[in-house]
């Protein structure tokens, strides 16, 4: 399974960082992603990191401003984010996704992810 952790408020502008504890997986053998919901939206994919080679993949809205990475040896993924907005507010979900084939493939999409955590809300307001 997998666990998110540090959201909350923040002010527009400002910094936040979440984690992801993943259990019960082997993290050299998945992707996680990060995932964003805002009230009355589609889920949208925001970050994906590969626990194999550490390859990342970021959606356009988040590239510059959000770092993803990988600890390994705590079976952790972080989310660090930056310069955020108003537009960033919701509900944050981590999620993981088998790595295929002898390259570790991986989707990074929505339905292409086995596990999800619960998620974690993230408020930018002043």
């Known amino acids: 399974q997998v666990v998110e952790s540090g959201g909350g408020l923040v002010q527009p502008g400002g910094s936040l960082k979440l984690s992801c504890a993943a259990s019960g997986l082997i993290l050299n053998s998945h992707a996680i992603g990060w995932f964003r919901q805002a009230p009355g939206k589609e889920r949208e994919r925001l970050s994906c990191?590969?626990?194999?080679?550490?390859?990342?993949v970021y959606e356009d809205s988040v590239k510059g401003r959000f770092i993803i990475s990988i600890d390994n040896a705590k079976n952790t993924v972080t989310l660090q984010m930056n310069s955020l907005t108003p537009e960033d507010t919701g509900t944050y979900y981590c999620a993981a996704e088998f790595l295929t084939g002898g390259n570790g493939f991986y989707t990074c999409s929505i339905y292409g992810m086995d596990y999800w955590g619960k998620g974690i809300p993230v408020t930018v307001s002043s």
């Open positions: 990191i590969s626990g194999r080679d550490g390859s990342t």
